[in-house]
Nanobody, 126 residues
Framework: QVQLVESGGGLVQPGGSLRLSCNTNWFTLEHYAIGWFRQAPGKEREGVSCITNRDRLTYYADSVQGRFSISRDSSAGAVYLQMNSLEAEDSAVYYC???????????????????WGQGTQVTVSS
């Protein structure tokens, strides 16, 4: 059973930074791609970034390119999402998810992800 637990959300001022963590285990990181998604009230779930398993290829939504960075630490069993230059439009519940395909990851098809965390709230406001 794959378990994913997000942490690191909170309230931050515009222009500030947060680092989200998706805590799982080494086995999951070796066999699954990990994606970060977000959902704001009244909006559809949106793909933010993802990283593949072995090659560690990374992908970003246009809206966060250059501001967000995804990384993983296999020894810690974690995937991180470093978020800089945050904007009010980044406010949402952020979820991490695991995709069994592993060597590829999609930001446009959340239905392809097999396991999801419970989410962590990010609020960008002055």
């Amino acid at each position: 059973q794959v378990q994913l637990v997000e942490s690191g959300g909170g309230l931050v001022q515009p222009g500030g930074s947060l680092r989200l963590s998706c805590n799982t285990n080494w086995f999951t990181l070796e066999h699954y791609a990990i994606g970060w998604f977000r959902q704001a009230p009244g909006k559809e779930r949106e793909g933010v970034s993802c990283i593949t398993n072995r090659d560690r290829l990374t992908y970003y939504a246009d809206s966060v390119q250059g501001r967000f960075s995804i990384s993983r630490d296999s020894s810690a069993g974690a995937v991180y999402l470093q978020m800089n230059s945050l904007e009010a439009e980044d406010s949402a519940v952020y979820y991490c998810a695991a995709e069994r395909a592993g060597s590829v990851c999609s930001l446009s098809r959340p239905s392809e992800y097999n396991y999801w965390g419970q989410g962590t709230q990010v609020t960008v406001s002055s």
